[in-house]
């Protein structure tokens, strides 16, 4: 359903319930099976706009982020050995989020990224390791496309016209996506 690019999802009302059952189940679902699905799915639509307003992205990064601090508890044992593809998918889908974004996310997600930036940094440089196989094959990497595009973020001209709030933010995107291969290892 999120792949139609027919359904208008940047406007249907029923939409922020779709992502808010979707991230809500990556945080609160006791099944880890569950939770991988849920995770795979926000990580579907290709265009940023497909994701509504600057405040639902923001939602879905605070409920990934949240999901990934909630992956040490287990309600049952059986769970664990679905414990690390949990971690990768949710790390996936947030590359995913951060190829797409937008420079007026920014703010939104700036208290969430200076209180969650060194989690997230250790989850993404294990998520980094399991893909540098792709990389050693000379095939660029999500996070690799994360970095390239949050650089050109950077790079932009409209940077002049932004807060200092969202230039910190941007600053940590750009550390948290750009670290040395050997960091992964």
């Given at each position: 359903?999120?792949?139609n690019?027919?359904?208008?999802?940047?406007?249907?009302?029923?939409?922020?319930?779709?992502?808010?059952?979707?991230?809500?189940?990556?945080?609160?679902?006791?099944?880890?099976?569950?939770?991988?699905?849920?995770?795979?799915?926000?990580?579907?639509?290709?265009?940023?706009?497909?994701?509504?307003g600057v405040?639902?992205?923001?939602?879905?990064?605070?409920?990934?982020?949240?999901a990934?601090?909630?992956?040490?508890?287990?309600?049952?044992?059986?769970?664990?050995k679905?414990?690390d593809?949990?971690?990768?998918?949710?790390?996936?889908?947030?590359?995913?989020?951060?190829?797409?974004?937008?420079?007026?996310?920014?703010?939104?997600?700036?208290?969430?990224?200076?209180?969650?930036?060194?989690?997230?940094?250790?989850?993404?440089?294990?998520?980094?390791?399991?893909?540098?196989?792709?990389?050693?094959?000379?095939?660029?990497?999500?996070?690799?496309?994360?970095?390239?595009?949050?650089?050109?973020?950077?790079?932009?001209?409209?940077?002049?016209?932004?807060?200092?709030?969202?230039?910190?933010?941007?600053?940590?995107?750009?550390?948290?996506?750009?670290?040395?291969?050997?960091?992964?290892?």
């Amino acid at each position: 359903m999120l792949k139609n690019e027919s359904l208008p999802l940047a406007t249907a009302c029923w939409v922020s319930d779709v992502y808010r059952s979707l991230a809500s189940a990556t945080q609160e679902s006791r099944n880890f099976k569950v939770r991988i699905n849920a995770a795979a799915a926000l990580a579907v639509p290709a265009r940023r706009e497909r994701y509504g307003g600057v405040q639902h992205y923001a939602v879905l990064w605070q409920s990934l982020v949240g999901a990934l601090g909630a992956s040490d508890h287990m309600h049952d044992f059986f769970e664990f050995k679905y414990k690390d593809n949990l971690t990768d998918q949710l790390s996936a889908t947030l590359v995913h989020l951060a190829q797409l974004m937008a420079l007026d996310d920014l703010e939104g997600l700036a208290a969430l990224l200076h209180d969650s930036a060194d989690v997230l940094r250790t989850y993404l440089v294990k998520y980094q390791r399991k893909t540098a196989a792709t990389a050693a094959a000379g095939v660029s990497t999500d996070v690799t496309k994360a970095a390239n595009h949050i650089a050109g973020l950077k790079a932009t001209n409209h940077i002049a016209g932004l807060s200092s709030q969202q230039l910190q933010t941007l600053e940590i995107l750009q550390q948290l996506f750009t670290f040395p291969l050997e960091a992964a290892e």
